[in-house]
């Protein structure tokens, strides 16, 4: 596979051969399934960086409004919702916190969602 990489100020993407996992980002002010992307990390990646790779690529998402969170597998579709925040998550390395290839990136946002990210339906007919 390939990664991104930021080298002396410059974006770089360059061959991997390290175990990597897709996570699925989800509309955040969606109640049903609203897949928006995909973003590819390396298994070894800290959940903070995903956090951070999501507000670059969503630049209204604010870091400090973002509380990513365990979530167990199907949990969002049934309805149910919730989730569990560790204060050590952001440190945690993707697979040490949890996910695995295919799960949702969750997280809980404290901000405006209305003003900060684009609508639902931008995003379904995609």
């Known amino acids: 596979g390939w990664v991104g990489i930021k080298l002396k ?23 049903d399934p609203v897949r928006v992307c995909d973003f590819h990390a390396l298994e070894e990646s800290t959940v903070g960086s995903v956090k951070m790779i999501c507000c670059k690529r969503f630049p209204g998402l ?3 409004s973002m509380i990513p ?17 560790s204060p050590r998550l952001l440190e945690s390395q993707l697979k040490a ?12 946002y404290m901000g405006d969602i209305s003003t900060d990210f684009p609508p639902v339906q931008a995003h379904e007919e995609t």
């Open 9 to 31: 100020g410059k974006d770089l993407c360059v061959p991997v051969d390290k175990p990597m996992m897709t996570l699925h980002f989800l509309h955040p002010a969606s109640r």
């Open 97 to 108: 916190a949890g996910l695995e290839d295919g799960d949702e990136f969750a997280f809980i």
């Open 62 to 64: 604010k870091p400090s």
């Open 69 to 85: 969170i365990r979530v167990k597998k199907g949990e969002r579709e049934d309805g149910s919702g919730g989730g569990s925040e």
